[in-house]
């Protein structure tokens, strides 16, 4: 009987170490468990990081604007910024809880053919900076592909490129999470308005993406900050509303929200607190990012 007891007791405590060092190994936001996500993009991520003390600055605002994943855009003229301070940026952020994505931007990746390919080609160079960086790994990628901005697909209702930057996604997507890495991307609101079967294929196309919802107000609009926040509540209901209606199904994304600061101004950290108020109980929000961390350096002495 004490034998018994004495090999219960061991296999208890060799399945807790085992716990513990998964628990240690994991992502920052994995190991968080359901934290809501407060993202922030970061541009001319190289300029950014390898400025003095660039990396502490960035830590130190986001542990005061409770940002736990960042969205750093990292090459420079088609390469990989200085691999050293980036690496040493990440470890970094890392031990302060924070996610950090590489940012890929493009106005035509959506295209088959050569523009495509080099999208692909930079996550794949982020996933062999993975490969010989194991302690300061990328956490995911994320992606700013915006073919609205073409002449030819302005327009409410102009959608036409929206099955080839599906297909983009999805390819994406592969890499990655081969690779071990998340993927999010950012969407115009026009896409919400598309059909039933063409929201549906968006939303499997990621795991999450994020709603850029921009202009709705103004710091010189002549509206009263209740008044502001009203409308965006209502908003971001309606829109998630939008995004999912009539669909069902645990292959599709959830949804960030994005707000910038030129719409709100210094109210901005109060509006993004009211998308978690307004949303929080929502099972497809998954929390707001702020545009961006530029503006943040622009306005500093």
């Given amino acids: ?131 010989q960086h194991p302690g300061s790994r990328f956490d995911g990628v994320h992606l700013d592909i915006e073919p609205q901005q073409r002449p030819q697909n302005k327009g409410a209702g102009n959608l036409r490129f929206l099955p080839d930057l599906v297909e983009t996604f999805r390819a994406v997507r592969a890499l990655a999470e081969g690779a071990g890495l998340t993927v999010n991307a950012d969407i115009q609101y026009k896409l919400l308005k598309s059909s039933r079967d063409e929201r549906r294929a968006l939303l499997q196309s990621l795991p999450r993406l994020t709603l850029m919802l921009y202009e709705l107000s103004s710091p010189n609009d002549g509206s009263a900050s209740a008044q502001q926040e009203q409308k965006l509540r209502a908003a971001s209901r309606g829109f998630l509303d939008m995004a999912y209606e009539g669909l069902e199904g645990s292959d599709l994304a959830g949804l960030m929200i994005g707000l910038r600061t030129p719409d709100y101004g210094e109210l901005l950290p109060r509006m993004l607190a009211a998308l978690d108020e307004a949303n929080g109980t929502n099972p497809h929000y998954q929390g707001w990012a702020r545009h961006s961390y530029n503006d943040v350096l622009k306005e500093a002495p």
């Fill in 1 to 131: 009987m004490r034998c018994d007891r004495r090999e219960r007791w061991v296999r208890w405590m060799v399945a807790l170490r085992l716990a513990l060092v998964c628990i240690a190994a994991a992502p920052p936001a994995l190991a968080a468990g359901s934290e809501r996500s407060h993202g922030m993009w970061v541009w001319k991520g190289p300029v950014v990081l390898e400025a003095p003390r660039g990396a502490e600055r960035l830590r130190d605002l986001c542990r005061t604007a409770g940002i736990n994943e960042v969205y750093v855009s990292v090459f420079d003229h088609g390469k990989l910024g200085e691999v050293a301070a980036l690496a040493a940026a990440i470890e970094l952020l890392h031990r302060s809880g924070v996610r950090v994505e590489a940012l890929l931007s493009s106005t035509d990746a959506d295209e088959p053919g050569a523009h495509r390919e080099k999208l692909l080609e930079r996550t794949r160079t982020v996933v062999r900076f993975d490969q």
